[in-house]
């Protein structure tokens, strides 16, 4: 902060920016006015590179508030999170061949659509629950859980299959051998 120019200084007062010291990803809901500060254009794209794989500048420069005559980087934190978990939204695990499906189902295991179908049947909500660790990204995908759960399930290309077994626990059938 010491290095900005005055204009740059003065825009930030003016437009109500809170600096963020700590540059790191969460999905968390984050006022809009908060922003990082990058000493350089290369310091702004390792953030970047450190969260993702891909890194494309035309889709990162989107998060760049402004920049100071000193050549800091001054980035919305809001749109770099946003940034980083579109990019992490792995599609390739979704958009599989019949032959990729088949090869998962010959496993004994589902893709990850049929796991989103799955969790949706049981109404699951696999990352968490809506008012705990879950909550934040409920507010990320405002409240759909459909876009979710496929955003949840990208992560791995395939899953095991739940099932459940029906126990009667009221059942006079003897149901454990104990020995005395």
Same mark, same amino acid.
């Given at each position: 902060?010491?290095?900005?120019?005055?204009?740059?200084?003065? *825009?930030?007062?003016?437009?109500? %920016?809170?600096?963020?010291?700590?540059?790191?990803?969460?999905? /968390?809901? #984050?006022?809009?006015? #908060?922003?990082?500060? *990058?000493?350089?254009?290369?310091?702004?794209?390792?953030?970047?590179?450190?969260?993702?794989?891909? #890194?494309?500048?035309?889709?990162?420069?989107?998060? !760049?508030? =402004?920049?100071?005559?000193?050549?800091?980087? !001054? %980035? @919305?934190?809001?749109?770099?999170? +946003?940034?980083?978990?579109?990019?992490?939204?792995? =599609?390739?695990?979704?958009? @599989?061949?019949?032959? /990729?499906?088949?090869?998962? +189902?010959?496993?004994?295991? !589902? =893709?990850?659509?049929?796991? #989103?179908?799955?969790?949706?049947?049981?109404?699951?909500?696999?990352?968490?629950? %809506? !008012?705990?660790? %879950?909550?934040?990204?409920?507010?990320?995908? /405002?409240?759909?859980?459909?876009?979710? @759960?496929?955003?949840?399930?990208? /992560?791995?290309?395939?899953?095991?299959? =739940?099932?459940?077994?029906?126990?009667?626990?009221?059942?006079?059938?003897?149901?454990?051998?104990?020995?005395?």
């Amino acid at each position: 902060m010491k290095n900005l120019d005055l204009r740059t200084m003065m *825009f930030l007062f003016i437009t109500g %920016a809170t600096i963020e010291k700590k540059k790191e990803y969460t999905m /968390q809901r #984050v006022n809009p006015n #908060v922003v990082y500060i *990058f000493s350089n254009y290369d310091e702004y794209k390792s953030y970047f590179e450190k969260n993702i794989d891909d #890194v494309k500048p035309d889709v990162i420069n989107l998060a !760049i508030y =402004t920049k100071s005559k000193n050549g800091e980087i !001054i %980035a @919305l934190k809001g749109l770099c999170d +946003h940034i980083i978990t579109k990019s992490t939204f792995k =599609t390739n695990n979704l958009d @599989l061949t019949p032959k /990729q499906i088949n090869d998962i +189902h010959e496993r004994g295991k !589902i =893709t990850p659509l049929e796991k #989103v179908e799955e969790w949706e049947k049981f109404n699951i909500c696999a990352p968490g629950d %809506a !008012i705990g660790s %879950a909550k934040d990204r409920c507010y990320y995908f /405002q409240n759909d859980c459909h876009q979710c @759960l496929i955003h949840y399930a990208s /992560q791995k290309a395939e899953y095991d299959k =739940t099932e459940f077994e029906i126990v009667n626990s009221f059942s006079k059938k003897k149901q454990f051998n104990i020995k005395k």
